[in-house]
């Protein structure tokens, strides 16, 4: 990799490093306006204003809001995140035993989202104009413009309630079998795919669009190459960097909507265990998940970054 190439690298894993620490400051700030007191919470009504004031103290919550913040930060740059104000356990072990729930989800549904949503975008940029292109559109457009939570709500009605062919909540117990983990996981990835695929196939339809309208695709069918072959030969490898933001961009979208999904499915993930921080006014445990969550999301367009600069001759290169 040539040293133009090193440089970009190294600017955009400063800017990364920068955006998270400006999260840091904010996810910091929001949760200190939350409504409500954890000590209160904690201890009930009934507690005295003594005994509510005595809990503050051990937490920490009456010091000034910059010397927790540096005091937090200081721990977090470490990977201490704190301990849980409602359990009194430490917020990475609470992070780690729900991290790999939410992963295994991600996962299956970037294996399940990436390969459908890339046939489509090729297949209606190849056939632009036709009438297979313009049913993939309005199937798409109308896929964005339907909530998460409205889909998993259909599909529990449909595939729960009337068909009974799935569970309407997600038990990892039952994922003792190949049958046991798709009826577990089938509502769950099909809910976050619906919206996932139709963003990445849009945005792949547009970058593959791009290539085709270059003029070494014209040579190359003058030449009589079939359109196929131009495509899998010479225009994808040329899509690989803005195909690799599409897919990058679209699963960041998951730390977003699998707050609801597993909300709705009582699925046990790091965002339904954020969900329970904020209903328990446990900050600690909302700033490390919230920082986990952002850590990801940028990551994904770091590795999305460098796929463009590998790709890109003109990126290596002054």
Sequence with gaps: M?????????????LALLTLFIVSMVVFGITGLLPGDAAQQALGQAATPEQVEALRHQFGLDQPAVTRYVQWLVHVVTGNFGTSLSNNLPVSELIATRLPNSLVLAGLTALVSVPVALVIGIASAMYRGSLVDRALN?????????????????????????????PALS???????????????????????????????????????????????????????????????????????????????????????????ESIFNYPGLASL??????????????????????????LVLIADLAQ????????QR
Aim: net charge positive.
């Design 2 to 14: 040539k040293v133009h190439a090193q440089r970009l690298v190294a600017a955009r894993l400063g």
């Design 138 to 166: 309005v199937l798409t457009l109308s896929t964005v413009a339907v909530p998460e939570f409205l889909v998993a709500t259909i599909a529990v009605l449909i595939f729960a309630v009337k068909l009974r062919w799935l």
């Design 171 to 261: 038990y990892l117990s039952d994922v003792s079998s190949f049958s046991g983990l798709v009826r577990t996981y089938a509502m769950p990835v099909m809910t976050l795919c619906c919206v996932i695929v139709a963003q990445m196939a849009r945005m792949t339809r547009a970058a593959v669009l791009d290539q085709l309208n270059a003029s070494y695709v014209e040579m190359a069918l003058l030449k009589g190459a079939s359109p196929m072959r131009v495509v899998l030969r010479h225009v994808l490898p040329n899509t690989i960097g803005p195909i690799a933001n599409a897919v990058a961009l679209s699963l960041s979208y998951l730390f977003g909507g699998v707050v609801i999904v």
């Design 274 to 299: 954020m969900v329970d921080a904020v209903t328990n006014r446990d900050m600690p445990l909302v700033q490390g998940c919230v920082m986990v969550f952002c850590a990801a999301y940028l990551a």
């Design 309 to 316: 600069i590998v790709s890109n001759p003109r990126l290596r």
